[in-house]
Every structure is written in structure tokens, then in C-alpha cells.
């Protein structure tokens, strides 16, 4: 199965590079990937796959299946680009458009990758004859407003036997870590209007609850476990300084490892909150954006899919890629490579110092640690064994969600991932349809993992995705 994965990803290379370098120009924000949704959407739908768009109260997500039965294996793509990140594809800072959103997480990259794995998938097994069932979920607004947290909780996910994912980044890996569980919620502080100088007395300043309850978590941050993170921007002030502001507005995300130790830091949140807007006067209304849950690792899928990525083999970097990546690497200082070598915690990370880009599969590592960050794809592994892996896009050291890895994800370093991605992608998917061992192995790790422990979504049954968030 691997010369047919490989001939017709490579017999196609050209129309999933320009797919992902379009969305790669839309760079639409979440729950607003009109364009790159539809993209996606109508080439599955073009290939044969059944597509049902719209899904879980979200314009963009869709899902797109073929075949029938089990296994049903899912593949997932995001779309979805970040705020003031638009950047041309070139190695030196210099926006498409100044303070427009561009992709500095690869998501365009992502998406396609699936994309690409999914139509592989679907030709091996009409060519081969595999029993099963190949699903493309279509999941927008990772970065934001947690799309996959709504198509789980509704369902989307119930009955699917594995699901994949790929994430571009800066080194070819697989990991056994887990992620942060986070709680995102905007607090709205209402107050009383008055002429700042003439009449003080008679305001109630609802930028004061918002400080107030800023000054509050940050006295609290010593006071809770190391692992945890707690983040906000004030996102409305007040007008201008002779008025006290009578409505302000803030946005917090709340991390911690696991879902209990999140509910209570959240929970002091709240208290710090109510006591805020006691001290000033004012009323304060919590309103919950998303809530996710932290990944279950999984062992046996992450060390075939290390399997697959040694039998394809490092793709070579062409002189292009090589010169583009060069110049690149002069705009990271050594010290920032360092440290995002080390957080990453490989084993002898020391060794990537005085390399350009990534150019070895190291075996899976990180079991029983926590990286940093947080992703929605931890519900989905909630319900079912899932794993995302990354594939060399950027040089060594690249920051996330930095002009640098824009830049790259528009480039050639950026197809050659694209492309070794959905190789390896559509291998392990067709192994976990046609090895029934591996897919046994799978599920044991995944219910070992879960302790017993049930999902139950962190969003209530009537919680709606905020369509209409970046209107407000």
C-alpha cells in the first residue's frame, strides 16, 4: 500500500499545494474560514465523498465520509488562520496586509494534509478492496473558539473507531505528552457613567472591577499548582479618561493538566471575580467562550506512525526550500532556538543546535509529561484513540504563531511537509483499517489511559459557538 499511498499523492503533489497555499492567502480567522472551508469542502465533495456541511451550529465545520462500516477512521483538518499575523512568503518581515490574520500556525497546512490523506485513503481502498469507512472532519476555529469541543459534544465523533491528525511544526515527531486542559471565558464588569473630574463620586468605574480583578489573579498565580497558566487581555476599557467607564470587558484562559485542577483554580477565578466587582461598585457577568479538555496519548498508533514516517523516509529539501529555510534561521536569535529546543524536551535536543531543519524521526517520548499549550483535538482523544503528529515546515527552532512560521508555511519548506505528512497520514489510517491487532492494541492503551474516568463536555448542552465573536 505504500507505492499506491505515494503515487497518487505524488500524482496529485501540485493540486494539494495549491489548495494550501490558498487558504494560505484567505487566512480567515475561526468560525470565519468561509472561503477555506469551501475549498476543502468541494474537493472531498468532487472526489467522491459524501459531505455534510454546517455542522454543530458552525458555518465552516463540516464532515466529509466514504466507504461503509467499520473501522471508521478519522482524519481532521483545521483551517483556521490567527489576528495580526499576515506575512508574505518571504524571509524577512513584510505583511500581505498590515494587521490582517495570517496562517502562523500552518493551519493551512493542516487541513490539506488531511485532505490530501483522506482522497489517498479512498484510493487504496477502492483499488485494494479495504473494508471500512474514511471520515475527513473539517474542524474550524482551533485556535479560538474550540470547534471540535461543539462536534463532540453533539455527537460527531460517537462511534469512530481512530482518528489522526497532523500539525505542522519544526520537527518530525510524534509524542507521548499530553496537553493543558483550559477554561476560556470573557468577564463583562458593569458600572456607572459619570464626568471623571466634576462628579467622580457618582461613578462606578467598570474599568476599576476589571483591574481589580486582574491585580487579584496575578496575587493568586503563587498560590496554584507549577503546570498551570492563567492569561487575559482587557479588551474594553472605557472611551476616554474624563468618563468612567461604565462597561469593560476582559478575556481569560485558565490552564491546568487535568480537568479537576482546572475546575478549581477556575473556580477561585470566579470567587476573585465577584470580589472585584464588590470592591468597585460594579456588576460583573462571566460568559464562557470554550472549555477543553487536556490529550490522551496514545502509544501503539504513535509508534506506527514513526514506523511510517522512517519506511517513506526524510524527503529531501530542495536548493530552493534550503536557501529560503537559511535565511530564515538568521532571524531567530540562538538563544530563542535554544529554548524552544529544550521545551521541547526531545531527547539530546542538544544535538538540533547546528542543524537547520529537522532531519531524523526520533522514537515517541514525553510519556507522563504536559507540553505547555492547549488543543481541542484533546476532547476528540477523549472519546477515541487520536494522535497528532508534526512534520518538519519550519527550521529548527521557529516560534509558533510568529511571522517566521507564516512565512514558512507559505514556502517550500512548507509543501514538503504538506506532502510527507499525508503520506504518512494515509499509511497508518489504512493500517488501522487492515491491521485489526494494531487497532485492538490502539484501544487497550486508550481505555488504560482513561482509568475509567468518562468524558462529559465542559460546555453546557445549550452553549452555542460565538459566530458572531469577532463582530462584537
Avoid at 162 to 185: G, R
Wanted: proline letters at 7%; a negative charge.
Amino acid at each position: 500500500m505504500l507505492e499506491d499511498v505515494v503515487d497518487y499523492i505524488e500524482s496529485n503533489r501540485s493540486l494539494f499545494i495549491d489548495i494550501s497555499m490558498k487558504i494560505w492567502e484567505y487566512a480567515e480567522l475561526g468560525l470565519q474560514e468561509f472561503k477555506s472551508s469551501k475549498l476543502l469542502a468541494d474537493t472531498l465533495e468532487a472526489a467522491g465523498f459524501h459531505v455534510k456541511r454546517g455542522v454543530s451550529d458552525m458555518p465552516t465545520a463540516f464532515v466529509a465520509s466514504w466507504g461503509k462500516g467499520k473501522p471508521v477512521i478519522g482524519i481532521m483538518g483545521e483551517f483556521d488562520a490567527l489576528p495580526g499575523l499576515s506575512q508574505k512568503p518571504v524571509p524577512w518581515r513584510e505583511p500581505l496586509k498590515p494587521g490582517a490574520p495570517g496562517h502562523g500556525c500552518g493551519h493551512n497546512i493542516h487541513g490539506t494534509s488531511g485532505l490530501a490523506a483522506a482522497m489517498a485513503v479512498k484510493r487504496v481502498m477502492e483499488l485494494k478492496g479495504v473494508k471500512g469507512t474514511i471520515r475527513f472532519y473539517g474542524t474550524p476555529a482551533e485556535e479560538n473558539f474550540s470547534g471540535k469541543v461543539f462536534m463532540v459534544r453533539d455527537g460527531l465523533f460517537d462511534g469512530v473507531d481512530a482518528v489522526l491528525s497532523h500539525h505542522p511544526a519544526d520537527m518530525n515527531a510524534v509524542t507521548l505528552m499530553s496537553s493543558l486542559a483550559v477554561k476560556s471565558a470573557r468577564f463583562h464588569f458593569y458600572g456607572v457613567a459619570s464626568h471623571a473630574a466634576a462628579s467622580p463620586e457618582e461613578g462606578r468605574s467598570a474599568l476599576d472591577g476589571v483591574e481589580l480583578m486582574n491585580v487579584g489573579v496575578n496575587y493568586l498565580r503563587e498560590h496554584i499548582i507549577q503546570e498551570a497558566r492563567i492569561h487575559y487581555v482587557i479588551e474594553r476599557g472605557g472611551e476616554q479618561p474624563n468618563v468612567v467607564p461604565d462597561y469593560a470587558r476582559s478575556w481569560y484562559y485558565v490552564r491546568a493538566p487535568e480537568v479537576d485542577q482546572l475546575e478549581r483554580i477556575y473556580a477561585r477565578v470566579l470567587d476573585i471575580a465577584k470580589g472585584a466587582a464588590l470592591m468597585s461598585g460594579t456588576q460583573v457577568k462571566e460568559e464562557l467562550v470554550d472549555a477543553i479538555y487536556n490529550v490522551i496519548p496514545n502509544r501503539p498508533i504513535s509508534e506506527r506512525i514513526v514506523e511510517n514516517m522512517r519506511a517513506l523516509g526524510i524527503p529531501p529539501l530542495s536548493e530552493e526550500a534550503r536557501k529560503f529555510a537559511e535565511e530564515i534561521a538568521k532571524t531567530i536569535p540562538r538563544d530563542v532556538k535554544e529554548n524552544q529546543l529544550r521545551k521541547s524536551r526531545r531527547p539530546d535536543w542538544e544535538r538540533l543546535m547546528d542543524k537547520l531543519v529537522d532531519d531524523e524521526v526520533p522514537d515517541p517520548w514525553g510519556e507522563g509529561e504536559y507540553m505547555p499549550g492547549s488543543t481541542d483535538v484533546g476532547d476528540v482523544s477523549w472519546k477515541a484513540p487520536t494522535v497528532e503528529f508534526s512534520t518538519a515546515a519550519w527550521v529548527l527552532g521557529t516560534p509558533f504563531h510568529s511571522w517566521q512560521s507564516t512565512a514558512q508555511s507559505g514556502s517550500p519548506l512548507g509543501y514538503r511537509s504538506l506532502i510527507y505528512a499525508a503520506k504518512v497520514m494515509a499509511l497508518t489510517a489504512l493500517d488501522l483499517m487492515t491491521d485489526p491487532d494494531l487497532l485492538a492494541k490502539a484501544k487497550e492503551d486508550h481505555r488504560r489511559r482513561l482509568r475509567g474516568r468518562k468524558y462529559r463536555p465542559l460546555i453546557p448542552p445549550d452553549h452555542k459557538p460565538p459566530v458572531d465573536f469577532w463582530k462584537q
